[in-house]
């Protein structure tokens, strides 16, 4: 059976295209293939700079953070309440029927 479907799909032919291929190693080492490269693409350095940049950026920003204190502090903060509910409502926290 085996033999009727490699003659089917002449699969001895392959193989024996495969064993004619001569094979030779020279056994030594050329300049180039002693040292490796790496290249990178224009976005990944990008993505590098961006990503250095980002490490720079505080994460919580104190100027805007005293900002809103204030305004709580002293009453006159009065947050979008139909954003606050949606916020909540995608958070799970409120659940309104």
């Known amino acids: 059976m085996i033999g009727r479907i490699s ?6 032919a392959v193989s ?3 064993s004619r291929q001569n094979v030779s190693y ?9 040292s490796d490269n790496a290249n990178i693409s224009s ?5 590098a700079k961006v990503n250095a940049e980002m490490k720079n950026i ?6 805007v953070v005293s900002e ?3 305004k709580i502090e002293s ?14 409502m995608i958070a799970g926290i409120l659940d309104i029927e």
């Not at 003659?7 to 001895?12: H, I, T, V, W």
């Not at 505080?58 to 100027?63: C, N, S, Y």
């Not at 009453?75 to 909540?88: C, E, F, M, S």
């Open 7 to 12: 003659g089917q799909y002449n699969l001895d």
């Open 16 to 18: 024996k295209k495969k």
């Open 26 to 34: 020279t056994g030594g080492f050329t300049a180039e293939s002693e």
């Open 43 to 47: 976005f990944g350095s990008l993505l």
């Open 58 to 63: 505080p994460e919580v920003r104190e100027d």
């Open 68 to 70: 809103f204190r204030g």
């Open 75 to 88: 009453g006159t903060y009065n947050p979008p309440l139909d954003k606050l509910a949606n916020t909540l």
